[in-house]
């Protein structure tokens, strides 16, 4: 079952990493790496790549490697190895499969947790190792497509899940409307200067269980 599971995974394919490495060239990788590493890299992360003794400590608090059979591809060190350690020792000379690859790597094999931190006896931030990798993933156009659609999202309409503004506002007047039903006096006002309570509510409230604004109310 497992190894049945491991080769579907190996086959599923992503439209914003596939999408983005078809306009790849290799003077691009090499040029954006090199700009990401001199402009953000900097001590830190030469630091942590020369300290890392690989003693493998930091494997048994990561999830991924445990739900995958202890598969050493898996633990942290290994995936800073596949990635940001290749991409230094190569000085950003790496093709386009080894970018998709690393993408895939940073940004669906782990979640940032920073629970390897806590066991790596040099404090060796691995999150932001694998954070360096998505941003040159990213600047390089390579993300996966549900990343790039919840950025979007956030970037037109600050919250990720598209809803305008007069989408909000309008769940908030059909509920109001819902909940006069029961309680006549009941209001949702929205930006009421001088209010005593502020609701905040996450987007797949009101694009999916608006209901849940009238019950808070």
Not at 144 to 162: E, L
């Amino acid at each position: 079952m497992a190894e049945s599971v491991k080769n579907a995974a190996a086959e599923i394919t992503d439209a914003g990493i596939v999408g983005g490495a078809a306009k790849l060239t290799p003077e691009k990788i090499e040029k954006v790496i090199n700009n990401v590493l001199k402009a953000e890299g900097g001590a830190r992360l030469k630091t942590y790549v020369d300290i890392c003794a690989h003693c493998g400590l930091c494997s048994e608090a990561c999830h991924f490697y445990l739900s995958h059979d202890n598969d050493p591809k898996f633990s942290p060190a290994g995936k800073v190895k596949q990635t940001v350690w290749e991409i230094i020792k190569k000085k950003g000379r790496v093709d386009v499969e080894f970018i998709k690859r690393a993408s895939e790597i940073a940004s669906t094999e782990c979640n940032l947790c920073r629970r390897c931190v806590m066991y790596c006896p040099f404090g060796i931030d691995i999150a932001y190792l694998l954070l360096t990798v998505r941003r040159i993933c990213h600047k390089l156009g390579i993300t996966p497509q549900y990343i790039q659609d919840t950025a979007h999202s956030h970037s037109a309409t600050a919250n990720q899940m598209w809803v305008k503004e007069d989408e909000w506002i309008d769940s908030l007047m059909w509920q109001e409307d819902e909940a006069r039903a029961e309680i006549p006096d009941l209001r949702i006002p929205l930006e009421k200067e001088g209010a005593d309570i502020f609701y905040s509510v996450i987007g797949p409230e009101p694009k999916f269980r608006a209901q849940l604004i009238y019950q808070a109310a």
